[in-house]
């Protein structure tokens, strides 16, 4: 479609009306409520849907400058708008998904590449992303790939821009890894992979631009050179300890050993991992000890080294996994309350003792409770050690109940209404 035509006019001109008319609905009082932001969102997600058949009809320059609108109507209700619900955060990813497809394909349409660069690098500067540059980035990081010899500082002026207003702010050294980012892509597309290679090796401080290095080295099975960069940026993290947050270069190395097959650092990674409390490592290191043939010769100083790293919570739910029921008792009386969580696997090995914890654990709530959703908590309880098996006690603590605390009458109405229940199921 040719974008001076009226057909072309028309199109986009009845967007703008759907757009500003679904903005115009869920605004009151020059806000956007949570649920008019669901609306709005909804709406937009429909256009960008739209945008996209457009796209794959062969239409480069409608399907741009629609999702372009989205973007920056995405970016100007940004600051007037309830967005808790995450709806405005799902659109705008979802738009800017689209951007880069559109100027993805439109590479092979010289007319396309030139009016959607053009016509971008106008839009990345529209004002409705002052105060929202990461989205201005994002943006530009689509546009960056229709870049070539003639163009290319007509993309850098637009980014020496931003960078020259965006150094004036406090704390505005944010932004540079974004501008390497778009350069980076710019680079590539311009002047091919030597190129791309060698901006790469001289922006390495850019956690991004490493990241994209480690890509690289990897689909070219240069494993050394992958596991270098990561372990390059772990030595100059500042580790805090085993309950801080985990570093993604741990996550990446994993990666890297996992491509390249090295079964021995996928485990030292995976260990390493684990003890740093993310247990979805344990079924990853537990497989690799047993395709090694060493799991049940390991499995003991591991379990001993877990209880000493991990958090409570995370070594009961390892020690449920593998049926370690007599450990997993003992971490129960340490945590009575966990009683009601692992209850069910208990008791079927040592009922009595489970009861015991259980009933504990329910009088002690009782004595705390004054609500009526404390009182629903304290006999939701009572049916889970009934569930258990223990009957005898369940009739014990009701009627112990009843008698203790004849001035609550919500909580008799609940004892009460349980009692109801459990001879039904008996």
């Not at 940004?78 to 497809?101: N, P």
Request: net charge neutral; hydrophobic share 40%.
């Amino acid at each position: 479609m040719d974008v001076k035509s009226e057909a072309f006019k028309s199109a986009v001109s009845a967007v703008r009306e759907r757009i500003a008319a679904v903005k115009r609905r869920g605004t009151r009082r020059g806000f956007i409520d949570y649920r008019g932001c669901m609306d709005v969102c909804a709406d937009f997600n429909k256009i960008i849907d739209e945008a996209e058949e457009t796209l794959n009809a062969g239409e480069y320059e409608p399907a741009y400058t629609v999702t372009a609108l989205i973007i920056i109507n995405c970016a100007k209700i940004a600051g007037t708008a309830d967005s808790s619900s995450g709806c405005l955060t799902d659109t705008i990813y979802f738009a800017q998904k689209l951007l880069a497809k559109v100027c993805a394909g439109a590479k092979n349409d010289s007319k396309a590449a030139k009016y959607i660069f053009e016509k971008g690098l106008k839009d990345a500067a529209d004002k409705a992303f002052d105060g929202w540059e990461h989205m201005a980035y994002d943006f530009l990081e689509s546009i960056a790939v229709l870049s070539n010899g003639d163009n290319l500082d007509n993309l850098y002026a637009v980014l020496d821009a931003l960078h020259e207003k965006l150094s004036k702010k406090e704390y505005a050294s944010y932004h540079l890894q974004s501008d390497a980012v778009v350069r980076l892509a710019a680079i590539g597309s311009a002047f091919g992979e030597q190129a791309a290679e060698a901006f790469i090796a001289a922006h390495l401080n850019f956690d991004e631009i490493r990241k994209t290095a480690v890509r690289r080295a990897r689909e070219k099975s240069d494993f050394r050179e992958a596991e270098r960069l990561c372990r390059e940026r772990l030595e100059d993290e500042v580790d805090t300890g085993f309950y801080s947050r985990i570093s993604e270069w741990r996550y990446l190395l994993y990666e890297v050993y996992d491509k390249a097959g090295d079964i021995e650092n996928r485990i030292a990674t995976a260990k390493d991992l684990l003890f740093r409390s993310d247990t979805e490592y344990y079924d990853v290191l537990k497989r690799l000890l047993t395709e090694k043939g060493v799991w049940e010769a390991e499995y003991p100083a591991l379990r001993d080294r877990l209880s000493r790293n991990l958090p409570l919570h995370l070594y009961m739910r390892i020690l449920s996994k593998e049926g370690e029921t007599a450990l997993l008792l003992e971490k129960v009386r340490e945590y009575p309350p966990d009683v009601f969580t692992y209850g069910k696997q208990l008791s079927k090995v040592y009922p009595a003792e489970t009861y015991e914890i259980c009933l504990d654990v329910i009088y002690r709530e009782a004595d705390e409770a004054n609500d009526r959703k404390k009182y629903k908590k304290v006999c939701a309880n009572i049916r889970k050690l009934f569930e258990y098996g223990g009957i005898a006690e369940t009739d014990a603590v009701i009627a112990e109940l009843k008698k203790k605390y004849p001035r609550r009458p919500a909580m008799l109405d609940e004892l009460n209404a349980l009692s109801v229940k459990l001879k039904k199921v008996r």
